[in-house]
Structures are given as C-alpha cells and as structure tokens.
C-alpha cells in the first residue's frame, strides 16, 4: 500500500502504543508514506508521548485531527493532508461509523467496537488474577466488555469478591464499574466442552486461559482476536510488548478475519500470460462457457486465439 494513515486516539487517554502497532507493521510491510492523525491535548498539540512514539515508530508525520473530521480528511484529502489509501486505528462509535462511511473512498483495516476480554478458567485458576485481568479490560471504556466462563461455582463466588476489594483503590473504578455493570458476566457452566463453545460462539477480541491442559485448551478454540495461554499470559502484556498486536477485531468478527499485521498492508497483485499454445488450448472451455452466460464477445474474443 502506498499512503497510510494511523487514527491514534487521545481524548480519555493517549494510546502511544497504538502509534506503535499501526507504524510499525506498515514501515515493515515496506507503505511508502505513513502519518499520523491525533486529536489536540490541553496544548493544542497532541500528547508528547504519542509524538514521541510517532518519531521511534518512523511515521513521516503527525497531523492534528481527530474524530470523525480526522477520518474524512484522510479519506478524501484536504490541501494539507492527501488523501491516504488506507486508514487504520481504533476509536469510538463515531469514528467507527465514519470509518465505515468512508469505505470504498479509502480502505479500512476494520470496524472496531469496544474492548473485550473473554476469560476461561477452571478451578486451578487464581481469582485475583482473575479479577485483575477483567479489569484491565473494563478500565478501557463504560462500553467494553469483560466476561469469566468457568467450570468451578466456587472460583465465580471468589472472582466476584475480589473485583471488589480491587475497585476499592482502582484510580479508573467508575469506568471499570460502570463497564462491568452494564456489559459485564460471570457464568458458570457444566464442563471444559461448554467452555470452549462459549468462546467459539462468541469470538472474543480477547480469550484468556485460566485452566488446567493448557495445550488441549488452545487447540479447543478456534474464533479469537488474539489468545493468551497460561495465568502469566496477561492481555495487558499483549496490549503493550508481548509481540502481538492489539489491534484486534471485537463483536464476533474473529469468527472471519484476523487482527492488524503486516499482512493488512500488502495487496497481493495476480498477472497471467499465456503462450500462443496455452491460449490455443483454453478457447474451447473459455467458449463453452462465454456461450452459457450469454458473452457472445467474450466468446467471440477467445476464438481470435484459436
């Protein structure tokens, strides 16, 4: 892809880290221009480290735009900013929308809705971990989605209490609160097997393992953004450092598509050429079947090469 655009949000937080999953890919997968597009802090600029991430990831630019504005201009070019080929990042419901408005204009990597975090666990699983990890999720947005599957009553009993001794001095409790209340489950089903089919129902931005057999587990589930193997597998580590890239697809999408990588920079290019032989060879099957479909030029344009 030639030109892209990286939609880095900054209004609750600053993500630098997004500027490091999307740069870094594109400048790997070989994109000839990448910039950044970021809304204006309490400076008027966006947040240093953003900036800072911009400079390390190698973008080209930082242009001070965001929200749906920030799509538009990316999408269709202002005399500053020419229009880019594809536009990836995450952001809220408005951007998600404008995203999928300008599609066709411009390519997208995908229509991200709010964060998820899907955790199995059995009963060898440590509730406070448990509890620490849908937080870590739940703190994101009041919309985002923090679900425990579990085979063990007794963990779900436990898990519920330790979420709320950790909201008790959670800094970002109202939103993790509020997150939990409104999209948030512990459910409690018969045996691993339901597990699982839970997870591949659902398909998960994020699916975590608590359980024992990790190995038998993860060749269970199949439909993920991505997958976190093992109690010291924290997301978070994902969402930062751990190698994969957060960039994830939510709301079941998993289910046909991956998340953002090198890959999405890359258009495979498909060219064919024939020898006068090899064209001779294919005009009475090109015919055959121009003729079903009612393209007698079709038909007419292979026969020239017999």
């Known amino acids: 892809v030639r030109r892209v655009a990286s939609c880095v949000p900054g209004g609750r937080y600053p993500l630098p880290s997004t500027v490091i999953m999307t740069a870094t890919p594109a400048r790997e997968a070989g994109v000839a221009e990448v910039v950044v597009l970021s809304p204006p802090g309490r400076t008027g600029r966006p947040h240093d480290a953003?900036?800072?991430?911009?400079?390390?990831?190698?973008?080209?630019?930082?242009?001070?735009?965001?929200?749906?504005?920030?799509v538009a201009a990316a999408a269709w070019g202002t005399a500053r900013l020419p229009a880019v080929d594809l536009l990836v990042g995450p952001g809220n419901a408005w951007v998600t929308e404008a995203k999928r408005q300008a599609f066709g204009a411009v390519g997208i990597d995908a229509l991200a809705g709010p964060s998820e975090v899907m955790v199995l666990a059995d009963d060898s699983a440590d509730?406070?971990?448990?509890a620490a990890d849908l937080l870590a999720q739940a703190e994101h947005d009041p919309e985002a989605e923090a679900l425990l599957i579990t085979t063990d009553a007794n963990l779900?009993?436990?898990?519920?209490?330790?979420?709320?001794?950790?909201?008790?001095?959670?800094?970002?409790?109202?939103?993790?609160?509020?997150?939990?209340?409104q999209h948030g489950a512990i459910l409690v089903?018969?045996?691993?097997?339901?597990?699982?089919?839970?997870?591949?129902?659902?398909?998960?931005?994020?699916?975590?393992?608590?359980?024992?057999d990790l190995e038998a587990a993860a060749q269970a589930c199949t439909a993920y953004g991505g997958l976190f193997i093992g109690e010291d597998s924290a997301e978070v580590f994902g969402d930062y450092c751990a190698g994969g890239n957060h960039v994830l697809p939510t709301a079941g999408a998993a289910r046909y598509t991956a998340g953002l990588s090198v890959h999405t920079y890359l258009r495979p290019l498909a060219s064919q050429r024939l020898s006068s032989d090899g064209a001779r060879a294919l005009v009475a099957s090109t015919v055959t079947l121009a003729r079903i479909e009612g393209l007698e030029a079709h038909a007419r344009a292979a026969e020239e090469r017999r």
Do not use: K, W
């Open 156 to 181: 779900a009993d436990a898990v519920e209490r330790a979420l709320a001794r950790q909201l008790a001095t959670l800094p970002t409790a109202d939103i993790a609160r509020a997150s939990l209340n």
């Open 50 to 70: 953003i900036l800072a991430a911009a400079h390390i990831a190698g973008a080209d630019g930082v242009f001070v735009a965001g929200g749906t504005q920030a």
């Open 189 to 212: 089903v018969a045996d691993r097997a339901a597990l699982f089919d839970a997870a591949n129902r659902r398909a998960p931005e994020h699916l975590h393992l608590h359980v024992r």
């Open 127 to 130: 509730p406070t971990r448990v």
